[in-house]
Each structure stands twice: as structure tokens, then as C-alpha cells.
């Protein structure tokens, strides 16, 4: 007998092909499933060494070895009238074809299924990733930072209209697509600097400094200009103006100084950069004072002063109804009065639609206004329509930081899609890295995405960018608490920023948060009282409300603020679960049933649900009707797809999957792998929201087992250890520094 029919009788073929399909089955599962869990290439790449390194022992094994009816037995100690190789050789074929069946059934999956949502994700994070690098090397030498005009006028108050015209000019040369401008942020921190030019563009990341000085007397005005290169500190170019004090006069000298400055750089005008450049938004000086005065007012972010960046845009308005930006800054203003909870969607949208409207009429081209109209899209929940707006302010403005840090914001929080948004948001800190609004967001990006060192790296570098920054210890607290599980030191943190900012209503329902699961009860409900009195209006506050009323067994002011947050945003989940369980508490599961199939239209008839990262908890949620209702069919039918999602969602900080995966796995029957997980996830150092999510209905099927009160029993202690903690400690073991 040759050597190749000894192989075929001994069946070595077979048990080779049969172990190269299920190698190749094993891959692709690997390569699906371990770079959710933060293991990259050097893992699969282990895998499948020992893969190929098993190959030729198996292939040994196979020959040497026959398995016979009395058991496993040396092939030369077998009788070869005695043996069943080919017997053995069908079921290895049948195997094979089970095998191929599943390696060809996964292809076909992976080819017509996740290819195409993959695709379209890597191609949109390409485009958006792409764009920034085309936009990036097309800058090469051509970037520039302009320095804050020195004021030299005798009157100190003319302070608002020095700094407006450097504004104004930062405005005008972000929309030249060729040229890298560092936004104000950043070069306001040089302001007086003692820096060297070559020092102050190192930090800023530019070639080239612009520095000027502003004076005013009577009705004359003076510019001085000077282009600096920072590498040789020599001068490029230098002018001086002088012109009557006019407002078409302000705005000739900032489009010559403006093109200026490309010629300069040899930075490349489109005809439409040029015709922006020349435009003349007002020719009322008084009109264009109010306005400066406005974006003064802007400045500080606080709830008066923002009432009194109202009231000069509305003057600037009144002296020429045809101003433009006047009107974009009404309606920034306007967002953020909403955005910190003065006033309510009801009151808002249709200011929002006025202005914002109007300053698209008079100005199609003006790339602030369609920033404006996408903050308006995002109020009225018109979210991909507000992305079209987002791209088009960033193509007519796309040195404009702004636009592509409220993208970023919209990808992240709207649709949670934290990878889409980092590109988007390192663009904007490379224009203004000095931001300490746009670096605490790179923070939270960077968490989002599961990355909390990184994040909590970056929060530290927005600390020591801006010390007195009440929202970088307001981020840094989350993830201390959320993502590191030291609710403690977390506490200090929220503490510290109320120092800063007492009138901060995050930071207050942030502290009310963390007592609520260390299970301090008036200190929760205190500070989310306090919390609703500075920013009644504040939806995460609400929210936060509902939940912790929920936990100290307040039923009826739970629901009221669920009620609340459900009547402005009929998709903030967390909300829509507590009315579900008041619902159901009630004997209404049909009324629960309609409330979620309204909010969330995707669940509603037969078909099976797409399942995003916005979407995958109202899925569990919603399915705990269907699990109630003993629909087990539909159950799966909506569970399956999210169970293949949560694989790429982080675990731990307020936008992980925390224990998304053991839900799922309790209502599919499978309740010792969900207490296995339980296990695994509390000994990682999940904290998030524990008393509401242990105490979902969903996990009753787990809730009577020892190895389930076991953890309930370590989260315990440990809010017990950390509460004793602070409490003994302080709140303010800090100097400061953190």
C-alpha cells in the first residue's frame, strides 16, 4: 500500500482538512471578537501561531492513533481486520462538511452583513480622517497665530473694540482653507507674554505671528501690523493704516491684512475665499460696536453676562437689521441660555428658528450661521440634517475650531459614536490647543472610547492648561468615579470645581450621583436639590433626579422628573425606563409597550431592529416587555443583534456597556454565564449606577443566587470602605492640585 492510501485509511486527510476549516473558522472569530476586548494584532497573531504550530502534531496524533470501540489505542496495536477507520472516516467527513457548512455560512455573513456596516464606517471615518490629513499637509509652512492686538488708544474702554477687531480678523482668515489659524483661545494666553516669538510658536504649533496694535481717537483709526517667522524672528512683512473710523473702512483693512498675509504664506485663495474676504458685513460702526460688545460678553460663559450679550445683540440689530453675524451671536447666545438650563426647548426653538433663519437670509455663505442653524437642528432633534449643517459651516469656514468641536460633540453624544468624533476633534484642537473647552472634550472622547488612561491623562493636561476650569474636575471626577471606581477622590474633584464655580449645577448632581451609589441618602438628595435650583432646565440634571429618587424609593418625584426629561427628549432612555417599570408596576404593560414603539419606532413590527450605539439599551429595555410577555421569539430576534454590538462597546465610565451583556444573557436563559460576567465586571472596577441596574427587573432570574448576593455584598463593602473614606479624610484634602 502506497503512502498516500495509508493516509487515506488512517484518515490523517480527513483529520488535516477538517483542522485547516476549523482554523480558519477560529481566526475569523478571533479577529471579530478580540479587538473589542482591547487586544490587538499581537494577540491574533498568537492565535494563529498556535494554530500552525498544532498542525503537525495533530497530524502525528491522526497517524500514530485509531480510536476503536474500546477506546483511544496505539494504530500498530490495533488488528486491521478489527479496525473502523471507516467508520470513523464518515463522521470525519460529515464533520468536514459541518465545518465547511459553518465556514461558508460565517463568509457569507461576514460578505453581506458586517461587510457593509463596516465599509460604511471605514469609509466614513476615512473621509472625515482623510479630510483633516488632506487639510493638514496641504497647510506645510502656511500656519500662523495672531496675537492679541495691543490697545493704544487713550480710553481704556476701547479694550472691547481693540480685542473685536483681532476677533473679527481670526474670523475672517479661518475661512481660507489654506492657511492653519489658531483660534482666539489659545493666543489670548500670550497676551503680555514675556515669550519669545520662536517660544510662543513652538507652543502654538505655527510658522509664522502676527502682532498688531489698535487706536482710536475721534474719527480716525490706526492698525499696525507686523508678520513675524518664528523661525529666524525676523520680520516678513509689516504695514500701517490709517483711515477714517468708519465700520466699511475696519473691515478693508482686516481683508488687506487678510490677503496680506496668504500672499505672504503663498496660501492659495478660491475665488469664493476671495469674494468672503472682501465682504462687508455692516456699514453701521454703531451696529458693529453693539456686536463686539456682545462677543465680549460671551466670553466668560456665565448666565448674566450671556443675558447681557442678549441684550447688545439685539441693539446691534436694531441700529442695521441686515447684519448677519448680529444675528448668529443671538442665537449662540440663545443655545447656550438652553445648553445651561435658563430656559427651556419650548422657549428656545422658536427664538432659535428666527434668528438663525434671518441670518441665513442675508448671508447663505457665512459659516457661523450654518453653525448656528445645526445647533438648532440638534435642539429639535434633527440630528443627521444637523450634521449636513456642521460640514457646510466647516467647508465655507474650515479653519474655524468651533464647528468641528460641536461635530465632534454630535457624533458623540447624539449618536454615541465617540470614534467618529476624535478625528473631529483633534482638528479642532490643533487649531486651538489652548482650549480648555476643546481639550476636556478630547478627554472625553478618549473615555468614551474606553481609553481612560489617556483620558484621565488629558484631563490632568487640561488642568494644568486652565487651573481654574471648573469642568476639567467635573470630567476628571467621572472618570475617576466611573472608570477607576474611586468615587472618593471623585467627590473632592466635584467638590473642588464648586469652589471654583458655585453656581456649577453639573458639578452638583455629579456629588448627588456618587452619594447616591455609596448610599448616603440626604447627602444625594441634598445636592440634587441643589442642583435642580441652579439649573432647573438642565436635562442630564433631571435625569440624574429621576434615578436617584428612584434608588431611595421616592416613586413619585422619580417619576415626575422622568415624566420631565421624557416630555424633552422621548428617547432619553433612562428616563423611559422608569415610566416602563411604573408601568408595569401599574398593570399598563401595554401603555409601557406603545411608549417605547413611539420613542423608538425601530423596535415596532416584525422586522429585525437595527441596533446602534444610540439605540442597544432601549433594545435590552424594550425587551424585558417582550421578556414579561413571554414573546420569546421576538425577544431573540431583537437581543441577537445586540449582543453582537456590545462586543465593541468599552465596559466601564458613564458610556460603557457596564452591565449591558449581563441583562441580555439573564433574559436569554442563560443565567450562570450572566453571574460569571457579574463577577468579572465588578472585580474590573465597575461602579456606574450599580443600585438601579442591579435592581432592573430584568436580572430577577439571577437575583436569589448566592453568587449574585455575593457581589451586591462586595459593591457594599467597598461604598461602605470609600464613603468612611471621605467622610474621615475630608472633602478638601487637596491644595488645589490634583
Known amino acids: 500500500m502506497s503512502l498516500f492510501d495509508e493516509l487515506k485509511r488512517r484518515n490523517v486527510i480527513r483529520v488535516a482538512m477538517a483542522y485547516v476549516v476549523a482554523a480558519w473558522l477560529i481566526i475569523q472569530v478571533v479577529e471579530t471578537i478580540l479587538p473589542a476586548y482591547g487586544m490587538g494584532d499581537a494577540a491574533i497573531r498568537i492565535v494563529v501561531s498556535l494554530l500552525a504550530v498544532a498542525f503537525i502534531p495533530t497530524l502525528v496524533f491522526s497517524w500514530v492513533f485509531e480510536i476503536t470501540p474500546e477506546g483511544l489505542k496505539r494504530e500498530v496495536d490495533v488488528f486491521r481486520e478489527h479496525s473502523i477507520t471507516r467508520f470513523t472516516g464518515r463522521k470525519l467527513d460529515r464533520t468536514i462538511m459541518v465545518l465547511l457548512a459553518l465556514a461558508l455560512g460565517y463568509f457569507a455573513f461576514d460578505k453581506f452583513v458586517l461587510d457593509p456596516v463596516r465599509d460604511e464606517y471605514i469609509v466614513e471615518t476615512a473621509r472625515l480622517e482623510g479630510r483633516t490629513e488632506a487639510i493638514e499637509e496641504s497647510w506645510g509652512e502656511k500656519s500662523i497665530a495672531v496675537m492679541p492686538f495691543t490697545n493704544r488708544s487713550a480710553v481704556e474702554e476701547d479694550e472691547f473694540f481693540v480685542d473685536g477687531v483681532h476677533d473679527d480678523l481670526l474670523t475672517m482668515l479661518s475661512k481660507l482653507g489654506d492657511l492653519k489659524v489658531i483660534s482666539r483661545t489659545s493666543v489670548e494666553r500670550f497676551r503680555g507674554t514675556a515669550l519669545s516669538i520662536p517660544e510662543v510658536a513652538s507652543q502654538l504649533g505655527v510658522t509664522t505671528v502676527l502682532e498688531g496694535a489698535v487706536q482710536r481717537a475721534g474719527g480716525q483709526i490706526r492698525i499696525n501690523v507686523q508678520l513675524i517667522d518664528a523661525g529666524s524672528d525676523g520680520h516678513l512683512w509689516a504695514e500701517t493704516y490709517d483711515r477714517e473710523l468708519t465700520a466699511q473702512n475696519i473691515f478693508a483693512i482686516q481683508s488687506d491684512i487678510a490677503q496680506a498675509i496668504a500672499q505672504a504664506l503663498k496660501a492659495v485663495l478660491s475665488p469664493e475665499e476671495e469674494s468672503r474676504v472682501i465682504a462687508v458685513p455692516t456699514a453701521s460702526i454703531a451696529a458693529y460696536e453693539e456686536y463686539l460688545r456682545g462677543n465680549q460678553k460671551m466670553i466668560s460663559r456665565t448666565i448674566p453676562d450671556i443675558r447681557g450679550?442678549?441684550?447688545?445683540?439685539?441693539?446691534?440689530?436694531?441700529?442695521?437689521?441686515?447684519?448677519?453675524?448680529?444675528?448668529?451671536g443671538l442665537a449662540d447666545a440663545y443655545f447656550l441660555l438652553r445648553y445651561y438650563g435658563e430656559m427651556s426647548v419650548a422657549e428656545t426653538n422658536p427664538l432659535l428658528e428666527n434668528v438663525v433663519n434671518t441670518a441665513l437670509e442675508l448671508d447663505p455663505d457665512l459659516g457661523q450661521a450654518h453653525t448656528a442653524y445645526a445647533s438648532m437642528l440638534v435642539n429639535k432633534g434633527l440630528l443627521d440634517e444637523a450634521v449636513a449643517a456642521y460640514e457646510t459651516a466647516i467647508e465655507l469656514a474650515p479653519g474655524h475650531a468651533r464647528s468641528y468641536h460641536l461635530l465632534a460633540e454630535h457624533w458623540r453624544q447624539q449618536f454615541k459614536e465617540p470614534g467618529r468624533a476624535l478625528p473631529l476633534i483633534m482638528r479642532a484642537l490643533s487649531l486651538d490647543p489652548l482650549s480648555p473647552v476643546i481639550n476636556i472634550t478630547v478627554a472625553e472622547t478618549l473615555g468614551d472610547l474606553g481609553r481612560h488612561d489617556e483620558a484621565l491623562k488629558q484631563a490632568d493636561r487640561t488642568i494644568e492648561i486652565a487651573p481654574d476650569y471648573p469642568s476639567a474636575y467635573v470630567v476628571k471626577g467621572d472618570i475617576k468615579a466611573w472608570a477607576f471606581g474611586e468615587l472618593d477622590q471623585a467627590l473632592r474633584l466635584f467638590n473642588y470645581a464648586i469652589e471654583l464655580d458655585p453656581q456649577s449645577a453639573i458639578a452638583q448632581f455629579g456629588i448627588a450621583r456618587v452619594f447616591s451609589q455609596l448610599g448616603d441618602e440626604v447627602s444625594a438628595i441634598d445636592h440634587i436639590e441643589r442642583s435642580l435650583e441652579l439649573g432647573p432646565d438642565f436635562l442630564w440634571g433631571q435625569a440624574a433626579a429621576a434615578e436617584i429618587f428612584q434608588v431611595f424609593g421616592d416613586t413619585k418625584r422619580a417619576i415626575q422628573h422622568a415624566q420631565r426629561v421624557f416630555s424633552i427628549n422621548p428617547r432619553r432612555n433612562a428616563a423611559l425606563r422608569l415610566l416602563r417599570d411604573w408601568d408595569l408596576g401599574n398593570g399598563r404593560a401595554a401603555d409601557a409597550l406603545k411608549r417605547y414603539?413611539?420613542?423608538?419606532?425601530?423596535?415596532?413590527?416584525?422586522?429585525?431592529?437595527?441596533?446602534?450605539?444610540?439605540?442597544?439599551?432601549?433594545?435590552?429595555?424594550?425587551?424585558?416587555?417582550?421578556?414579561?410577555?413571554?414573546?420569546?421569539?421576538?425577544?431573540?430576534?431583537?437581543?441577537?443583534?445586540?449582543?453582537g454590538l456590545l462586543p465593541e462597546l468599552g465596559r466601564l465610565g458613564p458610556r460603557g456597556k457596564n452591565i449591558a451583556d449581563i441583562r441580555v444573557l439573564a433574559m436569554l436563559g442563560k443565567p450562570d454565564e450572566a453571574l460569571e460576567t457579574l463577577a468579572a465586571t465588578v472585580d474590573e472596577g465597575w461602579r456606574w449606577n450599580w443600585r438601579q441596574l442591579l435592581d432592573l427587573p430584568s436580572l430577577d432570574s439571577t437575583r436569589d443566587d448566592p453568587r449574585f448576593v455575593a457581589q451586591v455584598e462586595i459593591l457594599e463593602a467597598d461604598m461602605a470602605n470609600q464613603l468612611e473614606s471621605y467622610m474621615t479624610t475630608g472633602k478638601?484634602?487637596?491644595?488645589?492640585?490634583f
Open 597 to 643: 414603539q413611539n420613542s423608538f419606532p425601530e423596535f415596532a413590527g416584525q422586522q429585525e431592529p437595527e441596533v446602534t450605539r444610540e439605540n442597544y439599551e432601549a433594545a435590552i429595555d424594550y425587551s424585558y416587555l417582550l421578556y414579561s410577555a413571554g414573546e420569546n421569539d421576538r425577544l431573540r430576534q431583537i437581543l441577537l443583534p445586540v449582543q
Open 309 to 328: 450679550a442678549v441684550e447688545h445683540y439685539r441693539q446691534s440689530i436694531e441700529q442695521d437689521p441686515a447684519y448677519a453675524l448680529a444675528y448668529v
Open 732 to 737: 478638601n484634602q487637596h491644595t488645589g492640585k
